[in-house]
């Protein structure tokens, strides 16, 4: 069971031993979203994919990008038939040069232009549609949210924002030394299973091993 945005606020009052009135709500609410930024930015984790459509623009080839996307992972141009296409990445020196006459035509290509747009090349000589393949700005934990990372990773989120708060609190530093290498500790254990283990199949790559010693017994004759 998820546990609830006043309870956890009680919670991280409980270990600091500090009132509300030093560690308000607002304050730790702070240390939550730097924190979730930080696991977005150390870890990419399955639940911040997403995807968007929207339709190309005839003789347009700027394509706007959603507002919550962080990372660009792939654009797929979706035919009148319902064929998917890939996009390959260059650069935007590349378009300007591939295409500098602004030929219409099927896209082939994108690059980045800036936070809000990407182009394409050649320019879209149809309105079909483009399926944006992204990373999306990580979900904030707060009283009317539960996010994936407050209910599966409770643990790796306290003792982030723990660290937080004695930072700010500047000190003990042994206590902030052991709330941030927890921290740091999960952050790796995180990453292994949604960068490794999630990633595989076992069909394909079969079943993760451990070597464990295994010494041959003592012969008695």
């Known amino acids: 069971m998820a546990i609830t945005h006043a309870n956890f606020l009680t919670q991280v009052?409980?270990?600091?031993?500090?009132?509300d009135t030093v560690l308000s709500d607002t304050l730790i609410d702070q240390f939550i979203r730097n924190?979730?930024?930080d696991i977005a930015g150390r870890v990419d984790y399955d639940d911040l994919r997403r995807a968007a459509t929207s339709t190309f623009t005839v003789g347009n080839r700027a394509v706007s990008l959603p507002a919550?996307?962080?990372v660009m992972r792939s654009v797929e141009h979706i035919d009148s038939s319902g064929n998917r296409i890939f996009l390959?990445?260059?650069?935007?020196?590349?378009?300007?040069?591939f295409n500098g006459t602004g030929k219409q035509g099927t896209p082939k290509y994108f690059a980045n232009f800036d936070d809000f747009n990407i182009?394409?090349?050649?320019?879209?000589a149809a309105a079909d549609t483009v399926q944006i393949n992204y990373i999306q700005d990580p979900p904030h934990f707060n009283s009317s949210t539960n996010t994936?990372?407050?209910?599966?990773q409770e643990s790796m989120l306290l003792h982030g924002v723990l660290a937080?708060?004695?930072?700010?609190?500047k000190g003990p530093d042994n206590l902030y030394n052991l709330y941030n290498s927890k921290?740091?500790?999960?952050?790796q254990n995180f990453a292994l299973q949604q960068m490794g283990r999630r990633r595989r199949a076992e069909y394909d790559d079969g079943v993760p091993r451990i070597k464990i010693p295994s010494p041959a017994p003592n012969t008695t004759y």
Do not use: Q
Not at 88 to 97: L, Y
Not at 119 to 124: L, Q
Not at 148 to 152: A, D
Not at 164 to 169: A, I, P
């Open 88 to 97: 390959e990445k260059k650069d935007t020196s590349f378009i300007s040069e």
């Open 183 to 187: 921290y740091n500790e999960e952050i």
């Open 68 to 70: 919550d996307l962080i």
């Open 119 to 124: 182009i394409v090349a050649p320019t879209p």
């Open 35 to 37: 924190v979730e930024i």
């Open 148 to 152: 994936f990372i407050s209910t599966y």
């Open 13 to 19: 009052r409980n270990y600091t031993e500090v009132s």
């Open 164 to 169: 937080e708060c004695f930072r700010f609190l």
